[in-house]
């Protein structure tokens, strides 16, 4: 699907709903059995002008506003969580670091390829013993002379197979905490660097997840993202604004799961489903309020990040219960493997981990609730 990109949120909803329906629906089984994207598939979307979202047309982007990437996600979620994740990571935990921390070089270099899909995105921040604390990190570099030599595993990294650009988060000096992680451009082909294993999943199959290895990865002044010693803050912003991706992608699958249970009760109305009906589609209403409270904020340039922890804590939830509740209203054809209702119930069990978890948003907001200069209304 080629053309120049669409004006305005609705807009890009039709590119995306058009093309989930042509291009990803009638292989998103497929995706999930045989766990990954075919490359027609991937063809069509590097064409699709998704990748360019949210990066302004004079480094090769589509544009788009917060407002449209969410509803790309959206659609694209409902159709195959899969795809709608390789798109969220490319753009918000890869291309938009770079477009916000990096320098025009940088961008010549590294963003241009991303905007154009010419390039896939990816971000590795989490290792074997980091995850939710990730100033706990491991992953070290040293510096000799003006270049950076890296060496550390990288756990659970999405889209690192097909990657051309990760940003990769290591340490100076673990003592040094927080201030001790700097943020780094990694192209996959330098040496030193491999993918050691893809990750079979319970859910989410078809989007690559991955333990990489550096192994003396040895990198040009260049590569850094930011200033030295700033690499944490770089990617908790990227992750604020990440969540909001993510609760779109959840917000995609919550639809499909209504749907998919709205198609069943049709298909045999009995009385106790028509209740469950109508409590999924409250749900659904009040996640995609909180997805669109929240693009609409980071739009406006206003703080967001309760905002994004809010969203996606009630898409993830919303996506969970919807799909849960429907594999009941489905029965008993939804137990069968391979079935919408069951892929959708594992495909929905992943958005409460991805990008900070449950817990981990509800620490964010408990500080954010607590904060001094919160009034008692607030
Ligand atoms: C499909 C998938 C794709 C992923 N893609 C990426 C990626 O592209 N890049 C990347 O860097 N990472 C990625 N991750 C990793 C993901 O971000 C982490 O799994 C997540 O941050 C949690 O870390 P952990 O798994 O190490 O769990 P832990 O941090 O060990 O947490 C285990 C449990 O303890 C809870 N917990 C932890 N700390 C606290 C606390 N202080 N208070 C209360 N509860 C707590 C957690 O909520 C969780 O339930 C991916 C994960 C999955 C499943």
């Not at 817990?359 to 964010?364: A, G, N, T, V």
Request: hydrophobic letters at 45%; glycine letters at 10%; one cysteine or more.
């Amino acid at each position: 699907m080629n053309g120049p990109p669409p004006t305005g949120t609705d807009g890009w909803r039709e590119r995306a709903h058009v093309f989930a329906e042509r291009e990803i629906s009638p292989h998103a089984a497929e995706i999930d059995r045989e766990d990954r994207v075919p490359d027609p598939l991937l063809r069509s979307l590097r064409s699709s002008g998704f990748f360019g979202l949210g990066i302004p047309p004079e480094w090769g982007g589509s544009g788009g506003d917060t407002r449209s990437i969410v509803a790309v996600l959206e659609e694209l979620a409902r159709a195959s969580s899969a795809v709608a994740v390789l798109v969220a990571v490319h753009q918000s935990v890869c291309a938009a670091p770079i477009l916000r921390w990096g320098t025009p070089e940088q961008k010549e270099t590294f963003l241009r390829p991303l905007a154009r899909g010419e390039r896939i995105g990816a971000f590795g921040l989490t290792e074997p013993g980091a995850g939710s604390d990730t100033a706990r990190i491991a992953c070290r570099y040293v510096r000799e002379g003006a270049e950076f030599v890296l060496h550390g595993t990288k756990m659970f990294t999405s889209n690192a197979v097909s990657a051309g650009t990760i940003l990769v988060f290591a340490t100076s000096d673990p003592s040094l905490g927080a201030h001790g992680i700097s943020a780094f451009v990694v192209p996959p082909g330098t040496p030193g660097f491999s993918v050691a294993q893809r990750l079979d999943k319970l859910g989410l199959r078809g989007s690559e997840t991955t333990e990489l290895v550096l192994d003396g990865v040895r990198l040009p002044a260049e590569a850094l993202l930011g200033r030295e010693g700033e690499g944490l803050h770089v990617a908790l912003d990227a992750l604020s604004g990440g969540r909001v991706g993510i609760a779109s992608c959840a917000l995609g699958v919550a639809r499909a799961a209504f749907e998919e249970m709205r198609r069943a009760v049709r298909v045999r109305d009995e009385e106790w489903k028509r209740p469950v009906l109508a409590r999924a589609y409250t749900e659904l209403s009040a996640a995609r309020a909180l997805v669109e409270r929240a693009a609409a904020l980071k739009d406006a340039g206003a703080e967001y990040v309760e905002a994004a922890s809010v969203a996606k804590l009630s898409a993830s939830r919303a996506a969970f219960s919807i799909a849960s509740s429907g594999v009941d209203v489905a029965a008993p054809e939804s137990m069968r493997a391979g079935s919408p209702s069951e892929r959708l119930l594992r495909d929905a069990r992943v958005f409460p981990i991805v990008e900070g978890t449950t817990e981990i948003q509800e620490l964010i907001l408990a500080r954010w609730l607590l904060a001094p200069e919160r009034g008692p209304s607030s």
